[in-house]
Each structure stands twice: as C-alpha cells, then as structure tokens.
C-alpha cells in the first residue's frame, strides 16, 4: 500500500530535502505544512522538485490576532486529545519569559492556539496520514501537532541529535529509543574514554557558533545591517513571533546586547573561580542554555534554574561543594544578568565556575553530576561517575542515571547515587544500543551551510528562495539526504512491522 507521508517543513529546509529524496526511494504520497515567512512561501508555490498531493501554509491559518478565543472549542479539544493548552503555550520562548518586543496576554495566546488546533484538526482529518515526518519539535504549535498525531495513534518520525555527537536518530519519541533491545558488551575504561573523545557534543559548539553567525561577526553585522536597510513584507507581522518587532525596537535591543554582554563578561572574568584545583570533593551542576527547547519542553517544571539550584544545594552532604558552571554558548545572547550570577554566589556552599574551564575536567575530578536534562550526565558515566537527573532523556533508565521525581527525595537520592559504582558494561550496552539506533550525520554543518548560502539570520527569519541555489544546496548534500532518506525508508519499515 502506498504510504501517506505528512511532512512539517520549516524555514532550514532538511526536510524538503528529504522529502525530494524519499519520493524517488519510496511508494508513497507526500503532504506537507509550510512554516516559512513571506518571502520563501513563493518558493514552495512554484516549486515541483517534491510533488506534494497538497501543502498547508501555517502562517495562512493563524494571522487573525484580534479573534476572540472559542473558549468551549478549547476544552472539547484538551478533552479529546488528552492534551494540557496551557503546558503546550508556556513551552513557547515567544509567549512567555524571553520575549522582550511585545507581552502576550491570555486571550491573543488562547486565539493563536485556537487557530493552530483548528487548522492541525482539519489537515489531519483530510490526509489521515500514516506517518508525520519533522524535527524534533522546538515551537509550542510543533509540539500541539506532535502529540495530536501521537493521542490518535499517528506514527511519528522525529529527527534530532542522539547524545552522542555527530550522531543522529529518527524516532517516536525524544526520550526513548523505538528499538530498546540491550546488546551485551564489555568495555574497558580505556574504550569509554575514546569513546567520549569520539562522539565529544562540546565539540559541536564551534560549530553551532557559526550556525548562529557568532564566528563570523561581519557577517552578522551585514545581514543586521541588510534588515535595517531592505524594505520588508508588509505582512511580516502576521507570524505572532514578530509582534512588537520594528526597526527602532531591534535597534534598542542590539545596543542593549552589547551593553550587556561586556558588563556581564566583566563580572563574569573577576568574580568566577578558574580552576577547580582547590576544591575537594564537589558536585558538578552545569548550567543549560537559555532559551533551549529541552528546557521548555522536556524539563517544563524545572525551568527555573535559580530554584533548582538551591534545593539541590540544599540537598548534598555536608562534606560537598556545589559546582556551577555557566555555559558557554550564553555568550551569543550577551550573557545572564548579575543579578541571577549574584543569588547563586549568596549560596554559602556553592561556586561558580569560569565558561573557560574545559568542563571533562571537571567531570573527571567531580563526585557525582546532577543535571536538569543535559548530555553531561551521560559524559559523566565514560569517567565512572553517576548522575541524578531531573528528567526524561535517552539515557535516564541506566542503571548509572537516577531520576529524581520529586525534590523531597533528592537529598536521600544523592547520597545514593554518591555510592552508586558505574559498571562499564552498563555503559557499553547502551553504547551499542545507540550505535544501533543512530546514524552519523554531520547535521549541524548541513544548516549552517543553508543559513549562510540564504542569509537565514538577523531579527526575521525570511529570504528568497531561488530554484537555482536551493538544486545547488540539494546537489551538494546529495549524499547526506540520500543517507536520510534512506534512514526514514528503514523507520517506516519498523514501524510497519512493529504495528503489525
């Protein structure tokens, strides 16, 4: 039977390239929604490199900012698909926290989220699809689709990074592997620590930096410049993330930035410690960047990190330090504010380290790692080290990994983990079971590449799309999206059978 394909297509294009790859590979017919702004829609009208049954324009069905929100509508909605609304909005780093151009008020947020309901209810009842094919989902509305296709049993494919770097995964669920079968293996600790070199995700942030344009400063000043300069679509201000936004608020909020960033930079150089080597046995808490999805998404009751780290400052022995170590990527976004750094530094047994300090350091030297969702709890077990985690992630069931589900339990939860011995054939069996699940993909190269190519940075996110440059940009990744394809054509075969 040919296969219906939903696929959530956004502005970074991997999955346009993949769909183009997958129709030559597969029998089956592809639809897609469109989440890109004014300028690249005209591409996707045009455009017959993929031959979509249908395509759906997001920002087409959630302009109507003034609509009054069908309150009755809502409650039917959250009945029917066990879905919480107002856990999905405040996922949103639009809506709620880090927005600093307009504050949403109940009603406009209830009304973008009535709209966005609406429109996934009718697209999904028209194609009735086998499959949703997308990333990892980063927005409050990607999430609304993801878990609509999930509560009526829709199969899903994300894609997103493993925890090991340079790798990649395709599954139904961010947390949790699709094929969880454990492989015995035997690994030395000579095995674990190459293999930590390996796959090292702190590698990954030079990268990252170019993604952002953070590396090449003359080109993120060219493109600022550009939006200063460049007429703009006039409608713009239909996708809710660019209310508020114009060229004299941008203005501010750059001058603003760069304020900041050097007075914070300043604190930050004269009052963190630079090396751990007078501190004996500590606990190591590595600060997440912000705004990050894992933070909104995955670990939604844990977002606030000053609260998080006082219980569990709280919680550790008394022969303990609390070590905190800001990350360094929150230098893109000019730093936290003083005032956060200062209430953990209020803390009397807490330090807080320097961004510089090279942070495998730190895990070798430290006692036991807790972290809200991050990839340092699973580093911490190639040094034999055990971590207590805050939340679901791909390695929270190891034996070596202890999830806490309430801060009532961390303190007895920390001693334990503290006692705990690593056994390296733990490590190596879910070493194996995600070398089975993944597959390597340079996939950060692959858009920073796109961002360059179109000029996808700078306050909005829009830029023409000529049929030339994108052929260019497939031919180019040929091989990367063929491997794609290829992945997805094995994941609807499993999960066909898994079904069965």
């Known amino acids: 039977m040919t296969d219906k394909l939903l696929f959530y297509i956004e502005s970074y294009f991997l999955h346009f390239g993949i769909a183009k790859t997958l129709q ?49 509508y809502l409650k039917s909605f959250e009945e029917k698909y066990n879905i919480n609304l107002w856990q999905i909005a405040y996922t949103d780093r639009i809506f709620y926290k880090y927005n600093t151009h307009h504050q949403f008020q109940k009603n406009e947020i209830l009304s973008i989220v009535e709209q966005e309901c609406k429109m996934f209810e009718e697209i999904l009842e028209q194609v009735k699809p086998d499959f949703l094919v997308m990333l990892i989902p ?14 009526l049993g829709i199969k899903v494919m994300l ?48 990268t990252l930096k170019k993604s952002t344009f953070e590396s090449n400063k003359l080109k993120r000043y060219m493109i600022i410049l550009k939006y200063f300069l460049s007429p703009h679509e006039k409608d713009y201000k239909n996708r809710y993330s660019n209310f508020g ?11 603003s930035r760069f304020i900041k960033r050097k007075i914070r930079k300043s604190f930050i150089d004269k009052n963190f410690q630079r090396s751990i080597k007078n501190i004996s046995s500590f606990i190591y808490f590595p600060l997440h960047y912000e705004p990050e999805r894992i933070m909104l998404i995955d670990a939604a009751f844990y977002d606030d990190q000053i609260a998080v780290i006082t219980n569990v400052a709280k919680s550790i022995p008394v022969g ?65 080290k055990s971590t207590v985690i805050l939340s679901d992630q791909l390695y929270s069931e190891t034996p070596f990994t202890f999830r806490m589900k309430n801060f009532e339990e961390l303190p007895n939860l920390i001693r334990e983990a503290l006692q705990n011995e690593v056994n390296l054939s733990d490590l190596g069996e879910h070493v194996k079971m995600m070398d089975h699940n993944t597959f390597k993909l340079n996939f950060f190269k692959m858009n920073t590449d796109f961002a360059y190519r179109f000029g996808l940075k700078g306050p909005i996110i829009d830029a023409e799309l000529p049929i030339q440059k994108i052929e260019s940009f497939l031919d180019d990744f040929k091989a990367e999206f063929d491997l794609l394809a290829h ?13 069965n």
């Open 320 to 384: 303990h330090t609390l070590v905190i170590k800001e990350h360094p990527f929150m230098q893109v976004i000019g730093w936290r504010s003083i005032s956060f750094y200062k209430k953990i530094m209020k803390l009397p047994n807490v330090i807080l380290l320097h961004p510089s300090v090279n942070p495998n350091s730190i895990i070798k030297n430290c006692d036991l790692v807790v972290t809200i969702a991050g990839s340092t709890g699973l580093e911490a077990a190639f040094y034999k």
């Open 245 to 255: 936004i114009n060229r004299l608020t941008i203005l501010k909020e750059k001058i």
């Open 487 to 499: 992945e997805h054509i094995k994941k609807i075969q499993y999960l066909k059978t898994e079904k």
């Open 159 to 206: 894609l997103f990074p493993s925890k090991f770097g340079g790798r990649m995964i395709i599954s139904q669920n961010v947390v949790k592997v699709d094929d969880g079968v454990h492989h015995k293996s035997e690994m030395s600790e000579d095995d674990a620590l190459n293999y930590m070199k390996k796959f090292d995700m702190f590698k990954q942030l030079e």
């Open 24 to 72: 030559e590979n597969h029998d089956c017919e592809i639809f897609g929604i469109i989440d890109v702004d004014i300028k690249a829609k005209t591409f996707f009208d045009k455009q017959q490199l993929v031959k979509f049954k249908k395509i759906w324009h997001y920002l087409e069905h959630t302009s109507n900012k003034n609509k009054k929100p069908d309150m009755d």
């Open 138 to 151: 980063i927005s409050h509305y990607q999430e609304l689709l993801y878990q609509m296709c999930r509560s």
